[in-house]
């Protein structure tokens, strides 16, 4: 499967807020209160949130396509779009999302090719991101492609604490 990747922009509003909701649903609706996780989704993934956020020159969406079809996103943010780490020389991947009917297909280790290849052109030394400590496949994912988790910190579903372990990627190798 050939993927192509295009940056997002304020005309991929609609699109980018629906599939945001989507799949953070997919992946996360389940396994949360059903109140704190409304709660959250209203907030963050409003289209005056996304619009934000697509606005920020420090933070960068892409969508990913196969044959013109929409198959997942990724968010990256440098400098002080970082939701933690505020050094020059680091890279938040802050979301990696594939819609549900493309998962399982190795498509997660294309994403990060792409993703790497983006952060190689920002001069990052390495790549982090946070990844909900109760998502076991996530974390050992990311620790098949040679992350490391180097800290936790608290992320906020609604007014629930939740623990995210901190995971980066140190980019000297590609």
Known sequence: ???????????NL????AISKSTFIDAFGSLNNPEEFNSYIEKAFSKKQIEKE???PNST???????EQIIGYFKLNVKDAQ???YEQESIELERIYILSQFQNKGLGKLFLNEIIAQA????????WLGVWSKNKNAIRFYERL???????HAFYLGSERQLDSLMKLDLSNF
């Open 83 to 85: 939701n933690e780490i």
């Open 54 to 56: 697509l606005l920020n």
């Open 120 to 127: 190689k052109t920002h001069n990052a030394s390495f790549l």
């Open 61 to 67: 969406f892409y969508f990913a396509y196969a044959e």
């Open 1 to 11: 499967m050939i993927i192509n990747y295009k940056k997002c922009d304020l005309s």
């Open 146 to 152: 040679c992350f490391k988790q180097f800290d936790t």
């Open 14 to 17: 609609e699109t980018l807020t």
